[in-house]
Structures are given as structure tokens and as C-alpha cells.
């Protein structure tokens, strides 16, 4: 008989073989999802690899890095990068696939070294997708593109991967310049010749622009912490990076300190934003476009994010009432040892691609003439007066001949002819029922009726036919809808085009930057000191066009909403 002891010896080999083979399926099951793993990474920088850029001077001087974003060439990278460029605005681009081409420098972002080039030489170039950098988590993955020490002779990227190891970060700049806000921190091997470069996360997707690293004293070589502008920042300044503007990132004009555990104004300078939208001194900050503000350096990082002009919404407490409000922000102009003047051709470009990319929203991509004129009715609803009379209205038929005036003309219920309104860009007549009579209408409804003209040009005319020597492509706005499901709100962004009207006022027209669609246009005569506002909603099928089918005009002296029906189109 056996011992204890000898039986279990005994039974080793067995239960060891039994032990190792269940340890040998586990390895299995781990090797694969580590090979998995690595395939995926490979192919993600397969991808892309080749929308990666290699930034020189016009003779190759220099270097850093840049990543393109749409098959048109436009790419990104650091202000710090391009700055010897500007005199000429011209650089060399070298790509994966071994070849240089012209860079074209366009807008820029001295203060959060940014700026936008076009690379050119080809019908389509391979790019990559801006990511949702607020998704960004500490221990995601990020790889970094580029060329660190010009070490690729044939343009194609050194990849280097690490983790994020912190998230909205703030780095002091230089004056107004290089001012890194609400950054993100990586330990991915980031090196000179890497600035201006991508940095992606496992999806491919670009996060974050490379662009600072804390170095050793005694050289100039990563220590382990890197900084990537973010991009969701970057985002709200593409439109004026495209119009080859320089970006204005936007100020408060008011200061916030850490007084007893809460956030509080200590500093509002008169009639600045802040001001403005009803806050005072003592106020508690509670939360900056929806985020809720933890410190004062939490806030002074996020502000250094929004662009000039932008309304923000802002939570805030005095005594035990709980405050909301909107606060338009003021420009904060960067300062530039040499003036930086937008090229018009590069702004005219953009002022051609809003309007096509508008005339294909509502025609179709396949469009290649509008028509030359339509007709419609509209029903007319004056919201002044529409709480006491919420089923009265008005109904009115409306002309666009393929020149000259457009008429709008009141519809009897008799069918009798009414009083009717001639516009156009300039002038808006209303004449008697003979026409023997006319006369001008007040400025506000003029500038209302000089907009719709506008915009009702743009849609008879091909882009190449429209008189476009006054207008401007003015950078970027925001629009704030509420949003009732998440009792909160949505935030679109528009591209803006400046368009004189009506003889001493300009009009602001704002195009979804994603949909391409006309949302609003805000127009100001500074001369009056009267601003209306027209906003274009409801787009729908309307026979073959996809129109904004209810527009609201607002101003001081009018509030009305007008629902279109019936199109004609010829």
C-alpha cells in the first residue's frame, strides 16, 4: 500500500500535464487577442501612414511635421512650424510615398499654435479623421506620427506609442503665443521634428496635434511628457483656418479666483462679456459651457480653448438663486512682430466651397445649373401678437424673376391682387394697389427683405456668376439650440460669410459646417445701430428642393415667422 506521499507523487504527472494543458489553451486564447491586437495596430498605422506630412521650407530647410484631414490637401500643424514661412507662405510637403509637394500656408493660430497648409500635385490625397478628444481617457493608447530629427529621407513617419497620462492640461505660452489649453499629456516618445504632427488614438483617429515636450536641461530630448493641442479645440477654429485668417481665440474680460472651495468673479471689467450677460463681482462660476468648473485654473485652461465671438452658455450662483445666461466672447488679438494679411484668393476659395456645398444641399451633389426663377406661398404669422391671436396669419405669394426685384405680394381672400413689396439687396418698395404710390419700408424689415434676396440669389445663380467682390469669408460662429430631451443644449458649428446689404448693412450669414445648410443670418447696420436676425429652419422636400421651410425673423421692431409652400421652380 502506497503512502500519502507516494500517491500524490504519483498523481504529479498527471495533474501537471492536466494543469499545463489547461495553462496551454489559456496562453492560446491570450496569444491570439495579443496577436489580434498587434494586427489591428498595424493596420490602423498602415492607414494612416500616408496622410502624414513631412514640413519643410521652398529649399527643405527646416522640418516638422503635419497631418492632412481632407482629400483636397488641407492639412494641420504647429504655428511654430510655418512661422518662417510667412513671408513667401510657401513650403514642401514630402509624403509616404517618397515624393515633395507644394505646401501652401493658410490660416494660423499663433496662440494656440495651430495653423492650416494646402498640399497640391494630386486629384485626391490619402488624410485621416478628427476624433472626439473630450472621449480622451488616462491610459488610452497614443501613437504619434512624424519626423522627429529628419531622420526620413523617403517622408515616410517614425511611429512612436505610449499611453495619455493626463488630460486637460494647461501649459503657460509666451505672451499670447504657444498658449497649450486644456492639452493633452502623453508619455509617447514626442522630439524635435515631431511638432506639428498627429497624434492618434487606437481607432486612427487624429486626437490631438503634437506640439510641446518638457525636455532635460542639458539637451533637447524628451523626459517622458508631451503635449498635444486637442482636437476639439482645433475644430472650432477651422473655419478661419480655411479662409486663411488669423484665428482670434476669445476673452470674458474677467478673472476668477479660488475663494473657499468655490470658483468666484473677482475682477469684470465694465461693458466686457462678462458684464454684459448680467454677471458681477462675487458671482460663484458653476459651470462654462456646460462644464462644470472646478478651479480657477480649470476655467482660465477651458476659455483658452473658444474662439472670438462665440456664444457660450454660463451657469452661475448669486446668494442662493442659481443664474443662466450667454456671454459672447471678445477677440484676443495675438501679437505678431510682422502683420499677417489674408490672401483673398485663398479666402474667396472657401467663400465658392460654402456656397456650392449650400446649392448641393438643396439641389442635390449632381446639380450643375439652378434654376433661373420660382414662386411660392407662405403663410405669415406676426409672433407679436400670436399669443392673443394664435390662429391669425397672413398669406402672401412670392416672386424671384430670373432678373431684377423679387415681389412679394399679399394674398386677399377674395382673390383680389393686394399691396405688394419689391426687394432686392439694396431697397425694399411697398407700392399701392395701382403702383401708383411707393414708398420705403422701415430699415429693419429692408434689411430682412435684403437678406432673403441674397440667399434667394445664390440659389438661381452658378457660383461662377455671383458677384462676390465685396464678401467675405469671416471664420467661424456658433449656434446654440436648446435641447429639450436633455433639458441642456446642442451646439452647431457654422462657417460665416460677410455679404453687404441693404446700402449701409452687412449680413452674417452662418452655414452648418457639417450639413453645409444656411441656419441664420445676423445683420447690422452699425450706422442705425439696428441688428436683425434671420434664422432658416425646417429644411425639407419641397418638389425635388430641400428648402428651410419656416424662417423667423426677430429685430426690435418686428417678430414673424413665415412657413413656405406651394414651389414653382423653372
Excluded at 483656418?241 to 474680460?253: D, F
Aim: net charge negative; with cysteine; aromatic share 8%.
Amino acid at each position: 500500500m502506497k503512502s500519502p506521499i507516494e500517491t500524490i507523487c504519483c498523481a504529479l504527472p498527471y495533474l501537471s500535464a492536466a494543469w499545463f494543458a489547461g495553462l496551454s489553451h489559456a496562453d492560446d486564447i491570450d496569444t491570439s487577442l495579443a496577436f489580434e491586437a498587434e494586427r489591428a495596430r498595424i493596420e490602423m498605422i498602415e492607414r494612416a501612414a500616408p496622410a502624414v506630412v513631412c514640413v519643410f521650407d521652398e529649399v527643405q530647410r527646416g522640418g516638422g511635421s503635419g497631418v492632412l484631414i481632407d482629400p483636397d490637401g488641407y492639412g494641420l500643424t504647429n504655428y511654430h512650424v510655418v512661422a518662417g514661412m510667412l513671408e513667401t507662405r510657401r513650403g514642401l510637403g514630402g509624403l509616404s510615398d517618397g515624393r515633395l509637394y507644394e505646401l501652401e500656408v493658410l490660416g494660423i493660430d499663433p496662440t494656440g499654435d495651430v495653423a492650416m497648409f494646402r498640399l497640391s500635385g494630386r486629384d485626391a490625397f490619402p488624410h485621416v479623421p478628427l476624433g472626439d478628444s473630450d472621449a480622451v481617457r488616462i491610459g488610452d493608447t497614443a501613437i504619434a506620427m512624424g519626423n522627429p530629427f529628419m531622420v526620413s529621407e523617403d517622408y515616410k513617419p517614425t511611429v512612436t506609442m505610449g499611453i495619455v497620462t493626463g488630460v486637460h492640461r494647461y501649459q503657460w505660452g509666451q505672451g499670447r503665443q504657444l498658449v497649450y489649453s486644456d492639452c493633452i499629456q502623453m508619455d509617447t516618445p514626442i522630439n524635435p521634428g515631431n511638432s506639428g504632427g498627429p497624434l492618434f488614438n487606437a481607432a486612427g483617429e487624429v486626437i490631438g496635434i503634437n506640439g510641446r515636450i518638457s525636455v532635460n536641461t542639458r539637451g533637447r530630448f524628451n523626459v517622458g511628457f508631451g503635449y498635444a493641442i486637442s482636437a476639439n479645440q482645433i475644430k472650432r477654429f477651422i473655419p478661419a483656418l480655411r479662409a486663411g485668417l488669423v484665428a482670434r481665440h476669445g476673452t470674458l474680460q474677467a478673472t476668477v479666483d479660488d475663494i473657499g472651495g468655490e470658483v468666484i468673479f473677482d475682477e469684470i471689467m465694465r461693458d466686457a462679456p462678462a458684464y454684459d450677460a448680467g454677471i458681477r463681482i462675487g458671482d460663484r462660476l458653476l459651470s462654462f459651457d456646460g462644464i462644470p468648473i472646478r478651479s480657477a485654473n480649470h476655467f482660465a485652461s477651458l476659455l483658452g480653448t473658444y474662439p472670438e465671438a462665440w456664444p457660450v452658455p454660463i451657469e452661475y450662483a448669486r446668494g442662493g438663486q442659481r443664474l443662466d445666461t450667454v456671454a459672447r466672447l471678445e477677440p484676443l488679438s495675438p501679437r505678431l512682430e510682422t502683420p499677417f494679411e489674408a490672401d483673398r484668393e485663398v479666402n474667396l476659395r472657401q467663400v465658392r466651397r460654402v456656397l456650392r456645398t449650400f446649392q448641393e444641399t438643396v439641389f442635390g451633389a449632381a446639380v450643375t445649373h439652378p434654376p433661373e426663377a420660382w414662386s411660392y406661398e407662405l403663410s405669415r404669422r406676426d409672433l407679436k401678437h400670436a399669443k392673443n391671436n394664435p390662429e391669425s396669419y397672413e398669406r402672401y405669394r412670392v416672386s424671384l424673376p430670373p432678373r431684377g426685384p423679387a415681389q412679394i405680394r399679399r394674398m386677399r381672400a377674395d382673390a383680389a391682387p393686394g399691396p405688394a413689396i419689391e426687394y432686392d439687396a439694396t431697397t425694399a418698395l411697398r407700392r399701392s394697389e395701382d403702383n401708383a404710390d411707393a414708398f420705403e419700408l422701415a430699415p429693419d424689415e429692408r434689411m430682412a427683405l435684403a437678406t432673403r434676396y441674397i440667399v434667394e440669389r445664390i440659389l438661381t445663380q452658378p457660383i461662377d456668376q455671383i458677384h462676390l467682390s465685396d464678401v467675405a469669408h469671416a471664420g467661424g460662429d456658433a449656434l446654440i439650440e436648446p435641447d429639450h430631451t436633455q433639458r441642456g443644449f446642442t451646439r452647431r458649428l457654422l462657417e460665416v460669410l460677410e455679404w453687404p446689404v441693404a446700402q449701409t448693412a452687412v449680413a452674417r450669414l452662418g452655414f452648418d459646417a457639417n450639413s453645409g445648410r444656411l441656419m441664420q443670418a445676423v445683420v447690422r447696420d452699425r450706422l442705425a445701430g439696428i441688428e436683425v436676425t434671420v434664422r432658416f429652419t425646417g429644411y425639407r422636400d419641397v418638389g425635388g428642393v430641400n428648402w428651410p421651410c419656416e424662417i423667423r425673423v426677430e429685430s426690435p421692431g418686428l417678430t414673424y415667422e413665415d412657413s413656405i409652400s406651394k414651389w414653382t421652380i423653372r
